[in-house]
């Protein structure tokens, strides 16, 4: 685009006007964590879904936990097919930093879970809790950091309360600092 932009390692970058800049095309790349919900909606509810136009090697951590809970996964250039026939396998999942399973589709993996039981994570620090899988039909309980959602019988129609991640600042636990809770959602009709 024509910007004088220096970066030197370890020194604070310079930048120097220009009479004009150009044109120029930039890609935003996908979001993983709305392309990992809807493959954790297939996981959970069943069926086969085409997500187009994501980087697949960014959704390894996903899809190599969904293989193992029985989901197939298959990559092509850009397009993911998520398909889910048979029952859910038990798995254990775990949240270390990229490129390890993300910590946001904690409550995605927890819904499909619920299918196969197994344990996932708590809050690791950020102040995350489990979806209320017990209103469905499910037993969650809390076993050190860790949630274990049994698998076994029926999934029920609930009404719950969607959350937002964003309700308690990062680094700021019990420090003090509580923004207000989100207002309840009316119940679904």
Not at 74 to 103: M, S
Not at 178 to 185: C, D, G
């Amino acid at each position: 685009m024509g910007a004088d932009i220096r970066a030197p390692v370890r020194t604070p970058s310079a930048s120097s006007g220009v009479e004009r800049l150009s044109g120029g095309t930039y890609c935003i790349i996908p979001d993983q964590i709305e392309a990992g919900t809807y493959m954790a909606a297939v996981a959970a509810a069943g069926g086969q879904l085409l997500i187009r136009n994501i980087i697949p090697k960014h959704m390894d951590c996903i899809s190599a936990k969904l293989m193992e809970m029985g989901v197939t996964v298959e990559e092509q250039d850009d397009t993911t097919l998520i398909r889910r026939n048979g029952p859910l396998q038990r798995a254990n999942v775990k949240t270390p930093p990229y490129p390890g399973f993300p910590t946001d589709m904690q409550p995605q993996i927890t819904v499909a879970l619920c299918g196969g039981g197994g344990d996932q994570p708590g809050d690791g620090g950020r102040g995350y809790e489990s979806p209320p899988v017990s209103a469905c039909g499910r037993t969650a309980a809390k076993q050190g950091r860790s949630d274990q959602v049994d698998a076994g019988v029926a999934v029920v129609r609930a009404v719950v309360t969607a959350r937002r991640l964003d309700a308690r600042p990062a680094g700021r636990r019990g420090s003090g600092h509580r923004r207000s809770a989100p207002e309840e959602s009316p119940p679904m009709e």
